[in-house]
Nanobody
Framework: QVQLVESGGGLVQPGGSLRLSCAAS????????MDWYRQAPGKPREWVAT???????NYADSVKGRFTISTDNAKNTLYLRMNSLKPEDTAVYSC?????????????WGQGTQVTVSS
């Protein structure tokens, strides 16, 4: 079992920055790939970024060049650094951990943190 707890959301002006955190209950980054997703009101959940167990990263086109996903193994924490924020980035951001071990899929979600970009 893995617990994930996000933090760092809030209200920020357009062009501003935020760093989201996702604290895992134990060391998982060598076994689980990690993702950030977001969901805006009235819209489906949208994938934002991935970091693999090998440290490779991938981003949605809508955030490429503005957002950076990273991990701190010593702190068991996943981050999402968000720069040049736009009103359309407003959403609830959630982290996800997923892996497959001996054919069994494991998938865990945090509770989400609200990001609002508005002047």
């Amino acid at each position: 079992q893995v617990q994930l707890v996000e933090s760092g959301g809030g209200l920020v002006q357009p062009g501003g920055s935020l760093r989201l955190s996702c604290a895992a209950s134990r060391s998982i980054f060598s076994t689980y790939a990690m993702d950030w997703y977001r969901q805006a009101p009235g819209k489906p959940r949208e994938w934002v970024a991935t970091i693999t167990t090998g440290g490779r990263t991938n981003y949605a086109d809508s955030v490429k060049g503005r957002f950076t996903i990273s991990t701190d193994n010593a702190k068991n924490t996943l981050y999402l650094r968000m720069n040049s924020l736009k009103p359309e980035d407003t959403a609830v951001y959630s982290c996800n951990a997923h892996t497959s071990i001996l054919g069994v899929a494991y998938d865990y979600w945090g509770q989400g943190t609200q990001v609002t970009v508005s002047s």
